[in-house]
């Protein structure tokens, strides 16, 4: 959430920061190394096929167990490697994503209509064809990932969905990661990680013919891995690093915020986690308690260099000006923590994802038990897209349906402008259509 001064000239407001991240360099995955990197594996792997795939997967992966595919009998048994309390909870927020899909999908219609006497226009919802979602499995594995790619894409109707997701061992894959996947509908399971999974799907290179969009968040190599491929491939977006945002009164808990702060400053150490508040006395609590609660956090290496460097604390003058800065902000997960958040609710505009009152967390939904999608626009995105939806999987193809007896109502038009443009051909076919309709009588198929 890096901020310009152009962006901040729209805060009419007064406000003081109390807390200022002292941010040092860049996000890895614009460092020219991670870029360079890429860009070689990519051609190595276009030019090498599969071979290439699987030496970087037994370089960078130590892979060595032959076959990357989990056959369907594996993946319906992965599930068998863990509790059952973790199985129930899987399966509980593969099937609340899916019913949010599911809603949301119910609110995409199909549309036609007659707009001028003899012009029939519309549009009709189709699903992308192939889906590659990338499953990421690393520091921490993301059970919920599946759920928001592979569960959506189904839900949308994809009719081929595959998972990638890196090997934990040399012969298997996270099995709570690849239950998921199960769970949420996966056609076919792979163990390939990192950009050689995305080079992979998208280069064909599974089995499969190349993937028509590419979805799944993943580490820097990954973000950059998608970046290189878009435009070969469909993205999602590309997100990262991970982020939060509070709005937050007196009437807040400075305990709940700092913790809910430290949520998600604990995905990486360059989250960025930021308190905007009216209240000094809370500003500084929550400073406080960051501090305390970071002393005995098993993370606190991660969560406590996110604080540090990329951490920051607005004291605002009213509600209106906290609705002006955190707008600039447009965080990826934003937290609303007030007397009257319903105000807040109804005025911001720019957010991936809007949390209400202190009993909701951003954890809830990263973990799929809500069944919002996770898959979130980061670094100032939320101004301009929103984050990943049963939408995004689904195209709104335009047709028109014009009868004879329309064209005097579009040609001439469509030959004007044409003419002035100096497109003549343009010109020419609605010039003819003129033509035809004055000197050609009507047939029963023209006129129908």
Same mark, same amino acid.
């Given at each position: 959430?890096?901020? *310009?001064?152009?962006?901040?000239?729209? /805060? =009419?407001?007064?406000?003081?920061?109390?807390?200022?991240?002292?941010?040092?360099?860049?996000?890895?995955?614009?460092?020219?190394?991670?870029?360079?990197?890429?860009?070689?594996?990519?051609?190595?792997?276009?030019?090498?096929?599969?071979?290439?795939?699987?030496?970087?997967?037994?370089?960078?992966?130590?892979?060595? %167990?032959?076959?990357?595919?989990?056959?369907?009998?594996?993946?319906?048994?992965?599930?068998?490697?863990?509790? $059952?309390?973790?199985?129930?909870?899987?399966?509980?927020?593969?099937?609340? #994503?899916?019913?949010?899909?599911?809603?949301?999908?119910?609110?995409?219609?199909? /549309?036609?209509?007659?707009?001028?006497?003899?012009?029939?226009?519309?549009? +009709?919802?189709?699903?992308?064809?192939?889906?590659?979602?990338?499953?990421?499995?690393?520091?921490? $594995?993301?059970?919920?990932?599946?759920?928001?790619?592979?569960? /959506?894409?189904?839900?949308?109707?994809? $009719?081929?969905?595959?998972?990638?997701?890196?090997?934990?061992?040399?012969?298997?894959?996270?099995?709570?990661?690849?239950?998921?996947?199960?769970?949420?509908?996966?056609?076919?399971?792979?163990?390939?990680?990192?950009?050689?999974?995305?080079?992979?799907?998208?280069?064909?290179?599974?089995?499969?013919?190349?993937?028509?969009?590419?979805?799944?968040?993943?580490?820097?190599?990954?973000?950059?891995?998608?970046?290189? &491929?878009?435009?070969? /491939? %469909?993205?999602?977006?590309?997100?990262?690093?991970?982020?939060?945002?509070?709005?937050?009164?007196? #009437?807040? @808990?400075?305990?709940?915020?700092?913790? @809910?702060?430290?949520?998600?400053?604990?995905?990486?150490?360059?989250?960025?986690?930021?308190?905007?508040? =009216?209240?000094?006395?809370?500003?500084?609590?929550?400073?406080?308690?960051?501090?305390?609660?970071?002393?005995?956090?098993?993370?606190?290496?991660?969560?406590?260099?996110?604080?540090?460097?990329?951490?920051?604390?607005?004291?605002?003058?009213? !509600?209106?000006?906290?609705?002006?800065?955190?707008?600039?902000?447009?965080?990826?997960?934003?937290?609303?923590?007030?007397?009257?958040?319903?105000?807040?609710?109804?005025? &911001?505009?720019?957010?991936?994802?809007?949390?209400?009152?202190?009993?909701?967390?951003?954890?809830?939904?990263?973990?799929?038990?809500? %069944?919002?999608?996770?898959?979130?626009? =980061?670094?100032?995105?939320?101004?301009?897209?929103?984050?990943?939806?049963?939408?995004?999987?689904?195209?709104?193809?335009?047709?028109?349906?014009? !009868?004879?007896?329309? #064209?005097?109502?579009?040609?001439?038009?469509?030959?004007?402008?044409?003419?002035?443009?100096?497109?003549?051909?343009?010109? +020419?076919?609605?010039?003819?259509?003129? *033509?035809?309709?004055?000197?050609? $009588?009507?047939?029963?198929?023209?006129?129908?």
């Amino acid at each position: 959430m890096e901020l *310009t001064a152009h962006h901040m000239s729209s /805060v =009419t407001g007064s406000y003081e920061c109390l807390k200022s991240a002292a941010i040092g360099g860049v996000p890895a995955q614009r460092l020219p190394q991670v870029v360079e990197t890429v860009s070689e594996m990519l051609s190595v792997i276009e030019k090498g096929g599969r071979d290439a795939v699987a030496e970087y997967s037994r370089v960078l992966d130590g892979w060595g %167990g032959g076959d990357v595919e989990v056959d369907a009998d594996a993946l319906r048994r992965t599930g068998d490697a863990l509790t $059952p309390a973790l199985r129930t909870a899987l399966e509980a927020g593969a099937e609340r #994503t899916r019913t949010f899909a599911g809603l949301q999908l119910q609110h995409l219609q199909d /549309v036609e209509a007659e707009v001028m006497p003899g012009v029939v226009v519309g549009h +009709r919802y189709v699903p992308v064809q192939r889906v590659g979602a990338y499953l990421p499995a690393g520091r921490f $594995p993301i059970l919920a990932s599946a759920f928001m790619t592979v569960g /959506v894409a189904k839900t949308a109707g994809v $009719p081929t969905v595959i998972a990638c997701s890196p090997p934990t061992s040399p012969t298997a894959g996270n099995p709570a990661v690849f239950y998921s996947a199960y769970l949420s509908g996966v056609d076919r399971a792979f163990v390939v990680g990192g950009v050689q999974a995305l080079a992979a799907m998208a280069f064909g290179l599974l089995g499969e013919q190349p993937m028509d969009m590419l979805v799944g968040a993943g580490n820097a190599y990954v973000t950059e891995a998608k970046r290189q &491929l878009f435009g070969r /491939v %469909g993205m999602d977006l590309l997100a990262g690093p991970s982020e939060v945002a509070v709005i937050a009164d007196h #009437t807040a @808990d400075p305990v709940i915020v700092a913790a @809910d702060l430290l949520g998600q400053a604990e995905h990486g150490p360059q989250s960025p986690a930021a308190l905007v508040t =009216t209240s000094r006395e809370l500003a500084v609590a929550v400073i406080a308690e960051v501090d305390r609660q970071l002393t005995d956090l098993s993370t606190r290496d991660i969560a406590g260099a996110a604080w540090r460097d990329y951490g920051t604390v607005y004291l605002v003058e009213d !509600d209106a000006t906290a609705v002006q800065l955190m707008d600039v902000l447009a965080p990826e997960h934003l937290e609303v923590i007030t007397a009257d958040d319903a105000y807040f609710q109804k005025n &911001l505009t720019n957010y991936g994802s809007l949390f209400l009152g202190p009993w909701s967390t951003v954890a809830y939904s990263d973990k799929g038990i809500t %069944g919002t999608n996770h898959v979130l626009p =980061t670094g100032g995105g939320a101004r301009s897209s929103a984050g990943l939806s049963v939408a995004r999987f689904l195209r709104p193809l335009t047709f028109q349906r014009i !009868d004879r007896t329309a #064209t005097m109502d579009l040609a001439p038009f469509v030959s004007e402008i044409s003419a002035y443009e100096g497109m003549e051909a343009h010109q +020419r076919t609605a010039d003819l259509r003129i *033509t035809r309709f004055e000197t050609h $009588p009507a047939s029963t198929k023209e006129q129908s």
